[in-house]
């Protein structure tokens, strides 16, 4: 379960449609995996495609999200999968857009030069404990979220 949230959190990092790079490091295994793919977000819907290694698209709409594997198969999510999943792609679109950093309540940040250090509050806490989000002329670059278990997961928008 932890694995399919991780996946998803790389889903949605900036507004709009863009490409990006994920790169994932599991501490249990000392090992980063590396993705790529592009991520489109409009009212209410966020569509993340993994184009490399291989292809997985990952859709939520509104409380709804789905996998589609390369063969095809779309998997409805459920429970606690789908409860995970829906908080990180909330949170990656919280954090996705210089001006939406400064507004948000879930959250309180630091700035140094060109890196907001977001600490997370409420019950965010007990699932990602901190985020680094890198900007240059107001615009989000890249963020690493940090999980309570060591792992981390980087989103670099090409």
Known sequence: MRIILILLLHVILFANSYNF????????????????????????????????????????????????????????????????????????????TFDKLKTNIDFKIERKNDIFYITFLGDLADTITKAEVKIKNLKVLSFKMFMPNDDTLEIIKK
């Not at 698209?57 to 999943?85: C, E, R, V």
Request: hydrophobic share 35%; charged share 30%.
């Open 21 to 96: 790079e994920e790169i994932k490091f599991v501490s249990a295994v000392d090992t980063s995996f590396k993705k790529s793919g592009k991520i489109e977000v409009d009212k209410g819907k966020v569509v993340i495609t993994y184009k490399e290694p291989s292809f997985k698209q990952i859709t939520k709409i509104d409380n709804n999200i789905t996998i589609k594997g390369s063969s095809g198969d779309i998997f409805i999510l459920k429970g606690k999968a789908l409860y995970y999943t829906g908080l990180f792609i909330d949170v990656m679109t919280k954090i996705d």
